[in-house]
């Protein structure tokens, strides 16, 4: 069983530019959320998606975007970009047994966006 | 506001022998789960085991146990026999059991690292 795909892996974007990251959960998950992490602020939710709806969100700008397909992948867009944006940038999707029998998020292995 | 807290920035432990982390978290809910997440070099995030609040049992997962004192708000990560493979960050986590599915809040992050 395939795992939760990112991509870009790694991509250098410059101040202004924009940029859209990619996640392909886990097959039959239907929900995804995402979030950033960084070396100051640690790892923070950005949004959860479910069902091309959006479930919940995070404290950020609204720079920051996402959406899901009819398929549950998911895309993430960041606008006007700055500095401190830079960041690995984490999706999960959630749903199966896991460990206990319970929902768990399952994460993808990050995009890592440096802003020049 | 829940919040998690993971005191311990760097944590050292020899091969073999036994380390613990801690975590404290703050909430006025009363059904949650708890996570601990481990994070390779390759930044990976990886599940390494969950307990529901509403369990009193402390939840076990081979060489990984925890302490969950609900009372206390504690909830740290006992790894035993611990394996080079073992080096990695490890972050503290909380969840609502209700609503809010994907979004985790995440400690600092604890550094740990296995001798030879």
């Known amino acids: 069983k395939a795992g939760v795909t990112q991509t870009p892996r790694y991509l250098i974007k410059t101040r202004g530019q924009q940029v859209t990251l990619s996640c392909s959960p886990i097959s039959g998950h239907r929900s995804v959320s995402w979030y950033q992490q960084t070396p100051g602020q640690g790892l923070q939710f950005l949004f959860e998606?479910?069902?091309?709806?959006?479930?919940n969100k995070g404290n950020f700008p609204g720079r920051f975007s996402g959406r899901q397909f009819s398929n549950s992948r998911s895309e993430m867009n960041v606008s006007t970009l700055e500095l401190g944006d830079s960041a690995l940038y984490l999706c999960?999707?959630?749903?199966?047994?896991?460990?206990?029998?319970?929902?768990?998020?399952?994460f993808g292995a990050g995009s890592r966006l440096t802003v020049l | 506001a829940q919040t998690v807290t993971q005191s311990q920035p760097e944590m050292s432990v020899q091969e073999a022998e036994t380390v613990t982390l801690s975590c404290t978290y703050d909430?006025?809910?009363?059904?949650?789960?708890l996570f601990w997440y481990k994070q390779p070099p390759s930044r990976q995030m990886i599940l390494v085991i969950r307990q529901e609040a509403y369990k009193q049992q402390n939840a076990t997962e081979n060489r990984f146990s925890v302490n969950f004192q609900k009372a206390a708000k504690s909830f740290s990560l006992k790894i035993s026999d611990s394996q080079l493979g073992d080096a990695a960050m490890y972050f503290c986590a909380y969840r609502s059991m209700w609503g809010n599915t994907g979004k985790l809040i995440f400690g600092q992050g604890t550094t740990l690292q296995v001798k030879p």
């Open positions: 999960a999707s959630i749903g199966g047994q896991g460990i206990s029998g319970a929902n768990v998020l399952t």
């Open positions: 998606y479910f069902s091309e709806t959006q479930r």
């Open positions: 909430t006025s809910e009363s059904d949650y789960y």
